[in-house]
């Protein structure tokens, strides 16, 4: 976090008060969350967090090897029917018992902190933007001094990531379409393309490229995410170009193979399957013909590693 206390509190400010008639997302609902009403996200004034956790299953810049601190906020402002964390995104009704203040969350930050983690991790943050930053009004006179990450599936409103320029010291968001028919068919996402595109090239503006520490780990910078999915149904090759030609041959990209059909995947035969060795070739092919070179690229054998379960108590993606 690069802005004193003084501009933090403002930019919370703001944010807050833009709740009134919410237009943090894309989607701008417009229902008055400071009154409790539920927009597309079904969340209202206070955050909601499912887990927080030192989570070492992330790129290794990071992971490290103490772990990324994570906060999973429940909901999304998508809708994805393949979504790996669907318990918590996709289930509004329950997700309600997880509602704290924005002390508590202020507190699992600092405690995080304390557990010696790399970093803070906001998963899914898009929806609880003015609730983060009214956290960290309270967590930095504490101490709170780890890089922030911002984990996000890029439907991200660009006057929202504006307000978030000098917080943010590490953008990870997913490229997950690059055709509009396809974001909204499997993630009822309209116009996802040119949100997506925008937040990007935003993020990218505010951080640069990746920069790490003498031990490998991202202190500022931006980190795509694709994940590849049957069928060319993400459209590899043309998200990748795209990032090559308008954002930066330097811009660091993380290859994702781990795709598993869960959730309601299955009521959609043509992604009801891990991808095929073809495909994943392909994708290779795309990336190495756009000329991005730095990254990581997950192996075939990723489909069954990543899979969290937030119905047991404790980490989400520990036996």
Same mark, same amino acid.
Request: with cysteine; aromatic share 8%; hydrophobic share 35%.
């Given at each position: ?93 329950? #997700?309600?018992? %997880?509602?704290?203040?924005? $002390?508590?969350?202020? +507190?699992?930050?600092?405690? &995080?902190?304390? @557990? ?121 090759? #043309?998200?990748? %170009?795209?990032?090559?030609? $308008?954002?930066?041959? +330097?811009?660091?990209?993380? &290859?994702?193979? @781990? ?61």
């Amino acid at each position: 976090m690069q802005i004193d206390l003084t501009t933090l509190q403002h930019r919370a400010a703001r944010l807050i008060a833009r709740l009134a008639a919410c237009d943090i997302c894309p989607r701008q609902c417009r229902v008055n969350r400071l009154n409790g009403e539920l927009g597309y996200c079904h969340s209202g004034l206070l955050p909601i967090v499912s887990s927080y956790c030192a989570h070492g299953g992330e790129e290794p810049a990071i992971s490290g090897t103490r772990g990324s601190g994570t906060i999973f906020f429940a909901n999304c402002n998508l809708r994805c029917v393949f979504c790996q964390n669907y318990q918590i995104s996709q289930n509004w009704e329950k #997700q309600r018992s %997880n509602v704290i203040s924005i $002390e508590k969350l202020a +507190d699992c930050m600092m405690e &995080l902190q304390e @557990q010696g983690c790399h970093n803070i991790s906001f998963v899914s943050p898009t929806h609880f933007v003015p609730q983060i930053v009214q956290a960290l009004v309270l967590a930095m006179p504490r101490g709170l001094k780890l890089p922030l990450v911002y984990n996000t599936n890029g439907y991200d409103c660009l006057e929202t990531l504006r307000e978030l320029d000098g917080i943010i010291d590490v953008y990870l968001p997913d490229i997950k379409y690059s055709y509009d028919n396809m974001a909204l068919k499997y993630s009822d996402a309209p116009a996802y393309v040119a949100s997506m595109r925008t937040a990007i090239q935003e993020m990218y503006r505010q951080t640069g490229e990746l920069m790490i520490d003498e031990h490998g780990i991202a202190m500022r910078g931006v980190i795509v995410r694709h994940l590849i999915l049957p069928h060319g149904i993400a459209g590899s090759r #043309q998200s990748l %170009n795209w990032l090559a030609r $308008e954002v930066s041959l +330097d811009v660091t990209v993380s &290859l994702m193979s @781990q795709y598993h059909p869960t959730h309601l995947a299955n009521r959609f035969p043509e992604i009801n399957r891990h991808i095929s060795r073809r495909e994943y070739d392909h994708a290779l092919v795309a990336l190495d013909k756009c000329g991005l070179e730095n990254g990581w690229v997950q192996g075939m054998e990723s489909s069954g590693n990543y899979l969290p379960d937030f119905s047991k108590e404790g980490h989400p993606f520990e036996n």
